[in-house]
């Protein structure tokens, strides 16, 4: 068996023709492909025995394989790679998938936030997969951060941006917080915060921490990392990534091998550490990407595929990202142009409120 696939245009156009057959089968229905299956619909009056043998050679090139004795064929991994780069045909979006996108941004919510939550759903209910909304961070010079006590396990964090921007969280504060400790960590803060980003912020505060441990109360020191980690990805109301229609992958569990995978997904899901590398992703290329199983960085152990874009901001800087997950046999020729047509409306959207 060959590491990398041949080059789709070193193949003879029979060897072609039932490759792409094979695999647009599977695709469709998710099941192995036969060579009788082939040989009705075949563009080509051949015989059975024939395509068995294309079949086998496809096998020997590691593009395809057998599930089990005796039963058709399902493209590999490395099958599906070339299909996707070689013979995938994009169709155009359709229109009530497009209105369906559209209607999410024409809401009168200001918050980003929200707007891309509903993104988020609608995306998952065009493409029946779970999708994946990565949300910009915001990149504002810091004007003041201020802590309030609410009780003795809760507390409120105020963050003001200098564009105006409020961001408020609650959290659970350290024990043994007093009002005291809170305007002495906001104190600190403020000092320092002035004209950084949050980006910016978490390498200033741990510098400083270093260098001031003697004049900052230990308290006080703890409180300042747990609210800068707010910001951060610590807890579901704060994390960028937002994820929704993960029920929809339920629908290909027909075996317990299915079940197995789509358990693992759900877990890489609900763990969503590593978010970063969503982006990263996307980054790496212009345009709609495709990550096929083990190629997915992000759920490597799920066997899915991840479809993702990146958005722009209104200087042409990648800010987030967009993404569908499913499984390896996805109808890529129609997700694709539906991420490409949700990216590109996303970063108009943040252009615009920009």
């Not at 009705?40 to 090139?61: G, H, P, W, Y």
């Not at 369906?100 to 009168?108: A, Q, S, V």
């Not at 504002?140 to 408020?168: T, Y």
């Not at 403020?190 to 441990?213: D, F, W, Y």
């Amino acid at each position: 068996m060959t590491e990398q696939p041949p080059n789709i245009d070193e193949m003879n156009t029979r060897s072609r023709e039932v490759f792409r057959r094979v695999v647009e089968g599977y695709l469709e229905s998710g099941a192995p492909v036969g060579s009788r299956t082939l040989t009705r619909d075949f563009s080509e009056k051949i015989s059975a025995a024939t395509i068995r043998n294309v079949m086998q050679d496809l096998e020997f090139l590691g593009l395809v394989g057998s599930p089990h004795v005796s039963a058709g064929r399902i493209p590999t991994q490395l099958g599906l790679r070339m299909f996707v780069d070689g013979l995938l045909e994009v169709g155009d979006l359709d229109g009530k998938d497009r209105e369906t996108i559209d209607r999410t941004l024409t809401t009168n919510d200001q918050d980003v936030t929200s707007v891309l939550d509903q993104v988020g759903t609608a995306l998952s209910g065009v493409t029946h997969g779970a999708s994946l909304v990565l949300t910009p961070k915001h990149e504002a010079p810091i004007k003041h951060i201020e802590f309030v006590s609410l009780s003795q396990d809760r507390a409120l964090v105020v963050l003001v941006f200098g564009d105006g921007h409020v961001e408020n969280r609650i959290f659970t504060p350290p024990p043994g917080q007093t009002p005291s400790s809170m305007r002495e960590a906001a104190n600190f803060l403020n000092a320092i915060a002035a004209g950084h980003t949050l980006s910016e912020l978490g390498a200033v505060i741990a510098r400083e921490i270093k260098t001031r441990r003697q004049e900052i109360d230990a308290l006080a020191a703890e409180l300042i990392a747990d609210g800068f980690a707010l910001w951060e990805n610590e807890g579901e109301a704060t994390e960028r990534l937002i994820v929704r229609g993960r029920g929809n992958l339920l629908g290909d569990g027909e075996n317990e091998a299915d079940l197995e995978r789509i358990r693992t997904l759900f877990d890489d899901l609900e763990r969503k550490r590593d978010i970063a590398q969503f982006l990263d992703l996307a980054e790496e290329g212009d345009g709609v990407r495709i990550f096929i199983g083990s190629e997915n960085k992000l759920f490597s152990l799920s066997g899915s595929s991840l479809v993702v874009s990146p958005y722009m901001n209104a200087d042409r800087k990648i800010i987030g990202a967009v993404g569908v997950i499913g499984p390896t046999r996805l109808n890529y020729g129609r997700i694709v142009p539906i991420v490409n047509y949700t990216a590109k409306l996303v970063g108009k959207m943040i252009a615009d409120r920009s």
